[in-house]
């Protein structure tokens, strides 16, 4: 992840935060300190676009890169504080993961297959001939439920 800062010199440019997990105790405590932020709130702080963790991520991304000090921290956060968000700070919180909750649609299925198992299966919605073969407990052939139905 990354932070870039605008509109701030001399700390203009784009910082890299690294992932959460990665924060050290003395950033934690400045999170804390300075947004009220913990870890529990920390991906609600990002959803809501809490201006303060902004702030607070651009410091640890300047302490990161060797810009400020420690002690530089709270001035620093002080100083972000007398400026518009929009215009300050973009947070560039990387490529998204595959694995998590893409919304893209599948691949579409191709048509030209090179292969096949056997012959396909009939599409019916009809019930099976077949009769019940009796085994099971009694009455587990039905549901006191009936199956949910959306927009009726």
Avoid: C, Q
């Avoid at 048509?111 to 599409?123: E, F, K, L, N, V």
């Amino acid at each position: 992840m990354k932070i870039i800062v605008r509109n701030n010199a001399p700390w203009d440019g784009s910082y890299d935060i690294g992932e959460f997990d990665e924060l050290t105790v003395r950033e934690w405590g400045w999170l804390k300190r300075f947004a009220g932020i913990h870890p529990s709130t920390m991906v609600d702080g990002l959803r809501n676009t809490d201006a303060e963790l902004i702030a607070v991520l651009a410091v640890i991304g300047l302490h990161r890169a060797n810009r400020i000090t420690p002690e530089d921290a709270a001035g620093v956060f002080e100083r972000f504080g007398d400026g518009p968000l929009a215009s300050n700070f973009d947070l560039d919180l990387g490529d998204p993961d595959p694995d998590d909750g893409d919304a893209s649609p599948p691949p579409p299925n191709s048509t030209a297959r090179s292969g096949s198992s056997g012959d396909g299966s009939p599409m019916s919605s009809a019930t099976s001939a077949n009769p019940l073969n009796g085994s099971g407990s009694p009455g587990s052939a039905s549901s006191p439920y009936a199956p949910a139905t959306w927009g009726t």
